[in-house]
Each structure stands twice: as structure tokens, then as C-alpha cells.
């Protein structure tokens, strides 16, 4: 699965997951958006996980700053 | 989930941009569709975004209107977000209602029950959701205990749990839905696990048996125990999330909690469905009676279709004894459709387990209507199953108050789909639910059998009828008089009598008369019939004949003949005299004596005459008793 791939995914997620209208970029964190808080954190990678049909080792994803960071780790974890 | 009946996953969600469009365009269609997808769902993500067009299609005013509003609070011994927004969109949707939510702290809801000035009871929730803490859920002490004192432990931590669950449905008087302990997946402790009670497995189990088995009736299981199994209990953890965020299951356990807690809260709403109506040719056997005749159709273990189609009716029956009637709707004429249930030895369902019978050509939403209107219950109590895709839908169209559930063309999955339709589900079974078949059944068999007017003979015998027949009596006297004051279709003379002149008949020597009550294996129909003839010379006159229409035609006729003949013997008459005297109401019975063999009498209208011989004798299928005649 190529970056690209794992972006346009990545984009269908975030649209089911947030009701505001979300440009998915490698750049992109949580301040930027208003509905991204600690609860909705917790869906989107929940969400994550089963729609790349992998399993995020525990506590890594706190590490991750961005959605660019986050896609690191999906690209890891999908190897 | 792959499962035999439910929809693979990669199939699910292929209507969200069809959807999303809908929502867009403020189109009406996008309510009823959301509602379907969501019955379906069964991944969290796409849980989330049928949550989140909801919300938009709320905003887009495309909700109805006149919703009620749930105020639901969850209380629990894990982190309850994401599950409380899940919670929200399927009652949302499954009870068509506005959800108010109100979620508690993480694992404080032990202090949430007990503090009456808390926000919980400030919310005012109409339903409260206990997600209890599995860790409370658990032994103390060794896997070598004497079981007595795991099992008082075990029972101990139920009590506790149900005692929470009880004070808040006091103090709040909201309907409580509590769950049970989801089982762990894990090997250890290996063979102990299951013959000893300190195992988690073990004593979890324990407790939720005790939970279900003790629990006040405002208290409702929402069982996780089950959920995880069918789920398959390694995919209900997840380990991770609980360690990140004390998530207490894996996502697609939550949309499966969150569904049945909506199940949970809409059957305390709403009653389960009272009655299914059947299609026969590939639904209830394999084939077509019509054309294949009794003898060629699949039903019976001679084959495994035939096995198949004979388990759905063992389950059909199942559903039978726990009150939900059975009602045959097919295109089929009414006398091939029947012969299966009478006379083909493989069948599980007999004439007798349906209490209304629908064979012939018109519609199935004519006959479905006509269905319901006769059993006196409103449509939407209705469950409709059809092999033929066709047919349901014409049913969905023409009568959309009944539920219609198409089974296809594999009849091993028939028993299961119904199963897991979740439409006949029961919390309770009272003794009126298990009466409510019989009663209709008394009704049913009666018309049932007489559908079957290709072997009258057999449908009479099958009655078991006894005539009970008394001379008149002063107890009698006021009905006997009622009946001659108010009879007028089967009725001879019309000839009326008060009850003083009944007395008077009873006392005088000149009068024979008597009295018939009928009582057949479904019930009494009491006294059905009045006869009083008068000895005039070698005569015996028939004074007064009449009967109630309801027996008509089941040999009443015959046997009343036959009490005539005896009396006219023991009073060494030579002839019986009948008389009928028209009116514009008794022309039913114009023809009654000539087809009992009377004459009529030369230069008399209205007077037959039939001469007493010692062998005149009518058959019947009534068996008589005789008092005081």
C-alpha cells in the first residue's frame, strides 16, 4: 500500500468520523480540528484499525504529532 | 461478520453515497434507508458514519416529526465514549425516537446510583445503561476452594450488582438495562477453567446465570455473555484499547452492545409480533403441491432439502407453543393446499396448528388483511414469509404495516433467519400468551375442518359430537321459551309460547316434547334445540320444530328424527304427523320433511306424514345421551 493509497483511505475515515468537512494532509493535527478532541481521538483510531485491518501497538499512537506521523505508523503496521 | 444469514462486510455500506446524495437533496427516502443500513451494520466505522449522516439528516429536518424523546444515561466501570455515541444512533434509529444522552464518569457509577442529589437522577433518564467493571466481576481467592464458597461469592456479586441496579431503578424510576460479563477468550487456567468456579470463565458465567435468573422485573440483562460468543470472544477484547483509553471491548463488540441495548429499550416499548403468516409451496416444503402433487412434494428425511424444510416446521411449531399463531396465506386451491397438512406422514404441521387458512388466488395483501380482521389484531402485529422475493414485495407495497421477511431458496437457512429476526422475541411469557393459541384454535379448527368439505363425513366425526337430550324442565323453561319466542329461520310452525304454556306442555300427558344441547370436542354449544309434539290419536304431531342455524346440517336434524320416532313408538302412534307453516323467514326448512322422507299429505299444504315402521332409523354422527325423556 503506497502513502497515497493510505492518504485517500485515510481521507474516507475522517470524513465518516468528523461531521465538519476535513482536508486530509500530512501537516494536519488536532488543534486544527474543532471536533478532534480526546473522544473522538479514541473512534478515529478504533476506525482506523479496523479499516486497515491492523493493530496499533500499545501507546504508539500517542507518539504520533500529525496525521503524517500517523500515517508512519499505518504504513508500518500494514507491512 | 461472516455468517450465514447476515450480510458479508465488504457488502455493507454500498448504499452510503446513494445515501449521502439523499441527504443532500433533503430527499424524504433518506430516513427510511438510514433505518436499514444501520439494522445491517455490524463495522464500527461505518457505525460512525451512519451516526454522523443521522446528525445531518436531523439538521436537513428529514427526521419525523412527532418523535418522542429517550433520555438514556450510561453509568459504568469503563471509559463509555465511544459506545454512548453508538447507543445514541441505534436507539435512535431502531425506536425511532429524539436520544437524549448523559454519560457518567469512568468507573463511577457505584457513587453515581448511591448519591440521590447526583446528576444522574438530575438528568431524569427515562433508561439507564449499567456497564458494570469486569474486575469486580471476579474471585478472591484460590482455584482449589470448596466450590460452596466460590458459588456464595459468585451469587454474592450478582446480588450486589442487581441491589445497585434496583436502588437506581427506585430512586429514579427509569426502566434499568444492565450487562453481563463478556467471557475470556483465553486458555488459562487450562482444564480447571471449567471444573472450578474460580476460574474467571467459570465464575463469570455463574454470575450472569444469577443475574439473569434473580433479576427484578425493572431490571433487564442486556447479555454481553451471549453477544461475545456469537461474536467469537477473542474478537469482543481488545487490549490495547482498554490499557489506552479503558475501552471495555473491541469496537465491533460496542456495535453490538450498542445495537442490543437499542433491541433492549424498543421491545419495552413496543410488543413482539403476534402472528406469522406462511406461504406453502417452497416455504413450508420443497415443490409445488399443485402440480406435484401430495406425493411429490419435499418435506421429510428422505432428503436432505425435505430435512430441512421439515426442522423449519419443528421451529414453526416452537414458535406456536409459545403463543405466536400460525397463518397460512398461498396461491394455491384450497383443497390441494390443505391435503399435505392432512394426510402427508412427514408433515410437522397439521390443520390443527393453524388458526387461519388462506388458499386460493386472490392477492396475499387481500388475504393478509383479511387475516388480520378476522383474528381481530392489527396489521402491524403481522410477520409475512415468502420464498418468492415477488411476493414480498407486493406485500411491502400494498400493506407496509406488516413485516416481510423473504427466505430465498435455501431452506437450511429458513429456521435460522427467522431466529435471528428478532421479531418474536420474549422477556417474559405470561399464561394468557400461552392460552391466546388455544382459544384461537377452538375457533379455527371448527372453519378449518369444514374447509376440508371434500370428506364431510370424516370432518363430522372428527367433531365428536354429543347430543344431550332432556325433557322439557322448570330450570330449562326460561330458555326454552326465549328460543321459541325468537327463532324464526329454522323454525316450522313458528308457532309461540310463553314460558307459562312451556310449563304447561311439560305437566300435560297429551305433549312429548324435549330439548337437545350439542356439545362438540371444542366446546358447548347449549341448548340448540326445541321440539314438542301432541299424541292425536294414531298420531303424533309435530307441534313445534326448531333449531339454531349454528348446527346446521351436522346431524342434528337426524337425531331429533330419531328421539321423534321413539316417543311416537312408546305412545303406540302408527304415524308421524310434521307440519310447516311458512312465513317470509323459514323458507330454509320449506323442504325439510320430504327430505327426511314425509309425504306430503293429499289436498293438506303443509302436512307430511311419514308411517311408523319398526326399522325407521336415521344415522348420524352425533352420540346421544339421554336424561329423564
Given at each position: 500500500m503506497t502513502k497515497d493509497d493510505i492518504y485517500g483511505k485515510l481521507q474516507g475515515i475522517f470524513d465518516n468520523v468528523f461531521m465538519e468537512e476535513v482536508k486530509v494532509t500530512?501537516?494536519?493535527?488536532?488543534?486544527?480540528?474543532?471536533?478532534?478532541d480526546s473522544v473522538t481521538h479514541v473512534s478515529l483510531v478504533l476506525a482506523i484499525e479496523e479499516q486497515f485491518k491492523i493493530r496499533f501497538r500499545v501507546?504508539?499512537?500517542?507518539?504520533?504529532?500529525n496525521v503524517g506521523d500517523l500515517v508512519n505508523l499505518i504504513a508500518l503496521r500494514t507491512k | 461478520m461472516t455468517s450465514q444469514t447476515e450480510p458479508q462486510p465488504d457488502a455493507q455500506g454500498a448504499n452510503l453515497p446513494h445515501l449521502k446524495d439523499l441527504i443532500r437533496r433533503a430527499d424524504a427516502a433518506a430516513f427510511p434507508l438510514l433505518v436499514a443500513e444501520t439494522r445491517r451494520a455490524t463495522q464500527f466505522a461505518l457505525a460512525l458514519s451512519l451516526n454522523n449522516l443521522r446528525k445531518r439528516a436531523e439538521i436537513a429536518g428529514l427526521?419525523?416529526?412527532d418523535r418522542a424523546t429517550l433520555r438514556v444515561a450510561l453509568i459504568g466501570g469503563a471509559t463509555l465514549r465511544p459506545l454512548a455515541d453508538l447507543v445514541e444512533h441505534f436507539t435512535s434509529m431502531l425506536c425511532a425516537a429524539k436520544v437524549d444522552i448523559w454519560v457518567g464518569e469512568y468507573d463511577s457509577y457505584i457513587s453515581e446510583v448511591m448519591d440521590?442529589?447526583?446528576e444522574l437522577y438530575a438528568f431524569k433518564p427515562s433508561v439507564i445503561l449499567v456497564l458494570p467493571a469486569?474486575?469486580?466481576?471476579?474471585?478472591?481467592?484460590?482455584?482449589?476452594?470448596?466450590v460452596a464458597d466460590q458459588r456464595a461469592q459468585a451469587e454474592a456479586v450478582a446480588r450486589d450488582l442487581l441491589d445497585l441496579c434496583q436502588s437506581a431503578a427506585d430512586r429514579s424510576g427509569a426502566e434499568v438495562i444492565v450487562c453481563n460479563f463478556a467471557l475470556p477468550?483465553?486458555?488459562?487456567?487450562?482444564?480447571?477453567r471449567s471444573s472450578s468456579l474460580g476460574s474467571d470463565y467459570s465464575f463469570r458465567k455463574y454470575v450472569n446465570t444469577q443475574l439473569g435468573l434473580n433479576r427484578p422485573s425493572s431490571v433487564h440483562i442486556c447479555d454481553a455473555e451471549f453477544l461475545a460468543n456469537r461474536l467469537g470472544t477473542l474478537r469482543a477484547v481488545d487490549d490495547r484499547a482498554w490499557f489506552e483509553?479503558?475501552?471495555?471491548?473491541s469496537a465491533e463488540m460496542l456495535v453490538q452492545l450498542a445495537r442490543e441495548v437499542a433491541e433492549t429499550i424498543a421491545s419495552l416499548k413496543r410488543p413482539a409480533k403476534k402472528v406469522l403468516v406462511l406461504d406453502l409451496?417452497?416455504?413450508?416444503?420443497?415443490?409445488?403441491v399443485g402440480d406435484d402433487g401430495v406425493e411429490g412434494i419435499e418435506i421429510g428425511t428422505t432428503s436432505p432439502r425435505g430435512e430441512a424444510f421439515r426442522a423449519f416446521q419443528h421451529h414453526l411449531l416452537a414458535l406456536s407453543q409459545r403463543g405466536v399463531l400460525l397463518t397460512v396465506c398461498s396461491k394455491n386451491d384450497h383443497d390441494k393446499a390443505v391435503e399435505p397438512f392432512v394426510?402427508?406422514?412427514?408433515?410437522?404441521?397439521?390443520?390443527?396448528?393453524?388458526?387461519n387458512f388462506k388458499a386460493n388466488w386472490e392477492p396475499k395483501s387481500e388475504n393478509i388483511r383479511k387475516i388480520a380482521a378476522e383474528l381481530n389484531?392489527?396489521?402491524?402485529s403481522l410477520v409475512f414469509v415468502d420464498d418468492n422475493p415477488a411476493e414480498v414485495e407486493i406485500v411491502r407495497q400494498f400493506v407496509p404495516e406488516v413485516t416481510g421477511i423473504?427466505?430465498?431458496?435455501?431452506?437450511?437457512?429458513f429456521a435460522s433467519m427467522l431466529r435471528d429476526s428478532?421479531?418474536?422475541?420474549?422477556?417474559s411469557l405470561t399464561k394468557e400468551d400461552l392460552e391466546r393459541v388455544s382459544l384461537y384454535k377452538q375457533d379455527a379448527e371448527r372453519q378449518q375442518l369444514l374447509g376440508q368439505s371434500t370428506d364431510m363425513d370424516a370432518y363430522l366425526t372428527s367433531l365428536q359430537m354429543v347430543g344431550h337430550v332432556a325433557s322439557f324442565s322448570a330450570v330449562d323453561a326460561p330458555r326454552i321459551s326465549q328460543l321459541i319466542n325468537k327463532?324464526?329461520?329454522?323454525?316450522?310452525?313458528?308457532v309461540r309460547r310463553t314460558e307459562a304454556e312451556v310449563l304447561e306442555v311439560m305437566r300435560s300427558d297429551r305433549y312429548e316434547a324435549f330439548t337437545m344441547r350439542l356439545t362438540d370436542r371444542f366446546g358447548d354449544h347449549g341448548l340448540i334445540l326445541v321440539v314438542v309434539t301432541r299424541v292425536d290419536g294414531d298420531d303424533l304431531l309435530i307441534d313445534t320444530w326448531l333449531m339454531s342455524c349454528?348446527?346446521?346440517?351436522?346431524?342434528v336434524e337426524q337425531e331429533t328424527m330419531n328421539e321423534i320416532l321413539r316417543l311416537a313408538r312408546r305412545r303406540g302412534c302408527k304415524r308421524v304427523v310434521g307440519l310447516y307453516v311458512p312465513t317470509?323467514?323459514?323458507?330454509?326448512?320449506?323442504?325439510l320433511y320430504p327430505s327426511l322422507g314425509f309425504s306430503a299429505a293429499t289436498g293438506e299444504a303443509g302436512r307430511f306424514i311419514l308411517e311408523l315402521t319398526d326399522e325407521a332409523h336415521f344415522s348420524s354422527h352425533i352420540e346421544i345421551s339421554r336424561s329423564d325423556v
Open positions: 500530512p501537516e494536519l493535527a488536532a488543534k486544527d480540528v474543532e471536533e478532534w501507546g504508539e499512537v500517542e507518539s504520533a504529532k | 427526521g419525523p416529526t440521590p442529589e447526583g469486569a474486575g469486580r466481576c471476579q474471585y478472591k481467592g484460590t482455584l482449589a476452594d470448596p477468550p483465553y486458555f488459562d487456567p487450562g482444564p480447571m483509553s479503558k475501552q471495555p471491548y409451496d417452497n416455504t413450508l416444503w420443497g415443490g409445488v394426510r402427508h406422514p412427514e408433515m410437522v404441521l397439521r390443520l390443527g396448528d393453524i388458526v389484531l392489527g396489521l402491524d423473504c427466505l430465498g431458496d435455501d431452506p437450511s437457512l428478532r421479531l418474536f422475541e420474549v422477556s327463532s324464526n329461520q329454522f323454525n316450522l310452525t313458528t349454528r348446527v346446521l346440517k351436522r346431524g317470509k323467514k323459514n323458507g330454509m326448512v320449506s323442504g
